[in-house]
């Protein structure tokens, strides 16, 4: 059997190239994108955001959610409700967004952290199905505007930047992306993240060890859901406008599915998945209204039979088959 | 007085479907340890199936039949291709199959049938019985189901087959060193799953109207039911779905309005689950390490 982990260079330095030049492109992009382009760029990056989050819990932590969309829309409206009540400028806001979806997240954590595999699910499926009724409660009307929505003033660059807003949004997402990746990075590295994937893979077994399951559970949802609050955040000033129904359980599904598909467990699964996320449905749509939902069940179905590590994985695959042929005859 | 009544019984028979969508989670619980987050999907593909063939011309009660051993077959047919190779599979593996399967029935109802909202035929005469206590349809809502949890009641304790399926579930190893087909059981099992939600579809449809999405807060209360119920038991599901429906409809008519019934059913799932995990008549779950 060849070694297929033998490359040309050192998995590290490999990794540090790959990672630098997708920077290098991410930075680059909208100079060559039109406006609704360097749009659909920044929704990939702010998805790319909430799959992060997601994927600490579902790929590396082995919780299942299939309710995230309702703390990204707490997120959206957070911020939404404090730009256009409270007149707190928009950047100031998605801190505060992510802060009350990692509160909200954990002490929805702490009874979930009791309940196993599809019981979470379940109990996520119910928290994503009632969200927005909640939000559309003649009580909360006076800030949530029931559902009519709440609109948010789409923001100019700053510093007298030579940017168009939609440019200069679409780096004010990088930089939480940049921030978010490099967090989960150096968490998923360390200590924690060993105890994250031990919990997933022998909990009986980590729990002997000493590591306490019930805390990494419930700070691994609190995290996710801070996650996605600051990736649903940045969509409400993106996309400049909040509402009940757009953030049906379709939203929910669509993002555990994008991990699916992206690649559970790896870093760049968070990026191929939002890429998805954005990207199908747009093509599919002019087909017909169904076609983006029969794209995403059949593929998803698809990819757990054939490549349960996702795009990621397909990717790898490939890689490793051109990398592979000059080694193999060394190797041989 | 009048109205508290009025009330119940109309939870009773909401609660009625919601207790047949709980026993077909409950059967396929059972049989695999999964929850089919597909279930009402399904129900709901059998409903259009249903209204195809009543559209062409066909009456309502062979088209009824017909529908039911449909998704009978089709219910089967899903386990021995989709499922089957997942049976050892990761709770996470089946749970994204599940929701794969979820979106897609959804979406190929919207391709073959289109959003907009139809209305689907009930078999029974449009009036008020019993003073206007209940419409005719609901009454026959409650005697369909209850006549299909008599059946199947029959079925599993009275016949061979029933027995090998519950045998199957129970401990798939003996019953397999006894000759039985276990494999065979659990794609029969879900065929019946799926037959059940094809008339809970059938018998709700009247009431909420027939679109793509009119299982998903339905699924909910299933799902409730089942837990109250206790998951692992048959009877239980059934007694929980008719409370479940009972309380929905007192707690939408007195205390918090008809705006907040699935965030309360979230509510409800949410304490099962955190201070009586086994249900009203479930039995506790202990695991071997």
């Keep these: ?332 | 007085m009048e109205a508290l009544l009025q009330q119940v019984v109309a939870g009773l028979a909401t609660g009625g479907i919601y207790a047949s969508i709980a026993l077909a989670l409950v059967m396929i619980y059972q049989s695999t340890h999964q929850i089919n987050f597909a279930q009402g999907e399904m129900g709901m593909f059998a409903t259009y199936i249903a209204w195809a063939l009543i559209h062409w011309g066909m009456p309502y009660w062979p088209a009824f039949f017909l529908t039911v051993v449909i998704a009978f077959l089709g219910g089967a047919f899903l386990q021995r291709t989709v499922l089957r190779p997942l049976e050892n599979a990761s709770h996470l593996a089946n749970i994204v199959v599940f929701v794969g399967l979820m979106i897609t029935f959804n979406s190929l109802a919207g391709l073959l049938f289109t959003y907009t909202i139809k209305t689907f035929p009930s078999p029974f005469p449009n009036r008020l019985i019993f003073d206007g206590l209940l419409s005719f349809h609901q009454l026959g809502a409650i005697v369909v189901t209850g006549t299909v949890l008599l059946l199947l009641f029959a079925f599993f304790k009275y016949t061979p087959v029933g027995l090998a399926i519950r045998a199957g579930a129970q401990n798939p190893l003996s019953a397999r060193l006894v000759g039985i087909r276990v494999s065979h059981m659990l794609a029969l099992g879900w065929g019946l799953a799926a037959a059940i939600g094809a008339i809970a579809g059938m018998m709700v449809a009247p009431i909420v109207f027939l679109e793509p999405n009119m299982m998903s807060g339905i699924l909910l209360y299933g799902f409730a039911g089942a837990l109250i119920g206790g998951i692992d038991n048959p009877w239980g599901a059934v007694a929980g779905g008719f409370i479940i429906g009972v309380l929905e409809n007192l707690l939408g008519a007195y205390v918090i309005g008809t705006e907040l019934k699935l965030t309360a059913t979230l509510m409800i799932i949410i304490a099962v689950l955190l201070f009586k995990p086994a249900g009203l008549f479930g039995q506790r779950i202990v695991k071997r390490v």
């Design chain 1, 1 to 332: 059997m060849p070694a297929s982990s033998s490359q040309a260079l050192p998995g590290s330095r490999r990794r540090t190239l790959l990672i630098g030049a997708t920077a290098v492109v991410l930075v680059l992009l909208p100079v060559l994108l039109t406006q609704y382009q360097t749009f659909q760029a920044t929704m990939i990056l702010l998805y790319a955001i909430a799959l992060l989050g997601l994927n600490m819990l579902v790929g590396y932590n082995g919780q299942i959610s299939i309710g995230h969309g309702a703390f990204f829309a707490i997120g959206a409206y957070v911020t939404a409700i404090l730009v256009s009540s409270f007149g707190i400028p928009y950047w100031a806001t998605i801190p505060i967004a992510g802060l009350v979806c990692l509160v909200i997240g954990i002490l929805f954590g702490i009874p979930a952290l009791r309940l196993e595999g599809h019981y979470l699910a379940l109990a996520t499926f119910g928290l994503a199905l009632a969200l927005p009724q909640i939000l559309k409660l003649h009580v909360f009307e006076a800030w949530t505007k029931g559902v009519v929505g709440i609109f948010v003033r789409k923001p100019k660059a700053p510093f007298g930047l030579p940017l168009t807003a939609d440019q200069w949004l679409y780096y004010f997402t990088l930089f939480f992306l940049a921030l978010a990746f490099l967090f989960a990075a150096n968490l998923l590295r360390g200590r924690i993240g060993q105890a994250m994937i031990a919990i997933r893979d022998q909990p009986a077994a980590a729990a002997s060890m000493g590591v306490n399951v019930s805390y990494y559970k419930t700070m691994t949802f609190g995290l996710s859901a801070l996650y996605t609050g600051v990736a649903g955040a940045l969509s409400a000033v993106v996309v400049q406008f909040v509402a009940p129904d757009s953030f049906s359980l379709h939203l929910s599904i669509s993002f555990l599915l994008a991990i699916v598909i992206g690649g559970l467990g790896t870093m760049w699964g968070a990026l191929f998945g939002a890429v998805f996320m954005v990207v199908v449905p747009n093509l599919a749509s002019e087909i017909s209204t169904a076609a983006p939902w029969a794209i995403y069940g059949v593929a998803v179905i698809i990819f757990m039979y054939v490549m349960p590590t996702g795009l990621v994985g397909l990717v790898r695959k490939i890689w490793n088959g051109f990398s592979r042929t000059p080694a193999a005859g060394g190797a041989a």
